[in-house]
């Protein structure tokens, strides 16, 4: 699963660049999480780090978008060759 900023964001800017994969942006009032980007840290971390870092507690998982750990760590594969692609 993607991971989702709820409504209780309080845009403290500590989120976004903690994102490995800059899945996080600010959007129309809140921060947003980009669900085609977003691996919940899969492949960077053990932890999804914008829950860690969270002051509210607003980032749950988003039940909307459902991905198992190996769907999950496709995703990552697929940007990480693509960031690199990008660089040649």
Partial sequence: ????????????????????????????????????????????????QCQQVCPVSCIPLNPAWSETPEQLRAKYDRLMSAKVDSTR
């Fill in 1 to 48: 699963m993607a991971l989702l900023i709820t409504d209780e964001c309080i845009n403290c800017d500590i989120c976004e660049p903690e994102c490995p994969n800059d899945a996080i942006y600010m959007g129309v009032e809140i921060y947003e999480i980009d669900p085609n980007k977003c691996t919940e840290c899969v492949g960077h971390f053990d932890e999804p």
